[in-house]
């Protein structure tokens, strides 16, 4: 049986090399490819029929639509609206990623539980709410550093403090995604191998498996819940970023 | 005469039906000062401070070495940026958990 961290493993599809670099199709790309269809097949089937009394499909899409507005209108208030369609595709994108990864038997892979993901993703958000933040306020963002009422004497200490913890909010960001689906993938397939190999046993000891299979159905549940909240997570940050960087407190 | 008296109370009437939906609109465009994660599961806390706590220290050791191999400055500058990266994680987390908490009216006021 394989080990609980093969799943993590990036496999080669279709091996690829352009100007020496290896850019092969690989199963993380595969599976950003179907995280996209899926989300354009759901957002699309739902619109198709624009109902003014919705049916299932359509006020689930409608849904998703009004929790992220409401979201983005009560962190960033009316300046952030412009930003919506970003924040909609990162919160789909995580949310759909995580939750296709939930799917037993296919071998799924999750590729939100790379860090290299995780982080293109948290660093593409803060250099694009630096910039926001520059275009906005010009030079004066600088002084998002500076940190109010304070005596000169302890800004020496309190700049460079400010300093790295603007530079930590994309490790905080990605660390948190990836460790958590890292963590609870992980969990599940040790569980699981612990319900494999009890239940090889002879005999009454079989019946033993019947204890992590039933820890791993409450495990499954936390894991579908940990996959939406993430999402959440990941996107609401992201909103609050982008209002320091456009009303600067 | 009264019928005349009816009709401009019952402008009044939407006029301030209308006052008080258009405050309402208003108000759900000004960014709410407390929109945090208060609604999140306590999991979900937990590795949100984690992660912040990490981050800085992670970010402050990083920015130590670099600088340390720029300026050739070996341990020093690294040892400095621990501290200052550690005192980050420990202000991010308490920024965290500030907005963790809903803001009550008879808090302490801070600025």
């Known amino acids: ?249 | 005469m009264t019928d005349n008296k009816n009709k401009s109370d019952q402008r009044k009437a939407t006029l301030d039906d209308l006052n008080t939906r258009l405050n309402a609109a208003r108000e759900a465009n000004r960014p709410k000062q407390q929109g945090g994660l208060n609604e999140a599961t306590t999991y979900g806390i937990a590795t949100r401070l984690v992660a912040e706590l990490i981050a800085g220290l992670l970010i402050g050791v990083l920015v130590g070495w670099y600088l340390d191999q720029f300026f050739g400055t070996k341990p020093w500058l690294m040892i400095l940026f621990i501290i200052i990266g550690s005192a980050a994680g420990i202000m991010n987390v308490m920024r965290a958990a500030k907005q963790l908490v809903p803001k009550q009216p008879h808090d302490e006021d801070d600025e």
């Open chain 1, 1 to 249: 049986m394989a080990g609980p961290l093969a799943q993590f493993e990036v496999h080669t599809i279709v091996p690829l090399q352009v100007a020496g670099y290896d850019i092969s199709f690989t199963n993380s790309a595969l599976y950003m490819g179907v995280t996209l269809i899926t989300i354009m097949f759901f957002m699309i089937g739902g619109m198709r029929k624009v109902a003014l009394v919705p049916g299932r499909w359509q006020s689930s899409v409608e849904m998703c639509y009004e929790f992220i507005a409401k979201m983005l209108g009560d962190t960033t208030g009316s300046e952030g609206r412009k930003y919506f369609p970003f924040i909609f595709s990162l919160f789909m994108f995580i949310l759909a990623a995580n939750l296709i990864g939930m799917v037993p038997w296919l071998h799924t892979f999750t590729f939100t539980s790379h860090i290299a993901v995780t982080f293109a993703m948290a660093f593409f958000v803060f250099m694009g709410v630096t910039i926001i933040g520059f275009i906005t306020h010009g030079f004066k963002f600088l002084m998002f550093f500076v940190p109010h009422g304070a005596p000169w004497y302890l800004l020496i200490i309190l700049i460079p403090i400010e300093i790295i913890s603007y530079l930590s909010r994309p490790i905080s960001l990605s660390v948190r995604l990836f460790a958590n689906m890292v963590a609870g993938h992980t969990m599940l397939k040790v569980f699981g191998g612990f319900v494999v190999s009890l239940g090889a046993l002879a005999g009454v000891m079989a019946a033993g498996s019947i204890l992590p299979f039933a820890f791993i159905v409450a495990l499954t549940g936390l894991e579908l819940l940990v996959a939406c909240l993430q999402a959440y997570v990941f996107a609401i940050l992201t909103c609050l970023y982008l209002n320091d960087a456009l009303h600067m407190h």
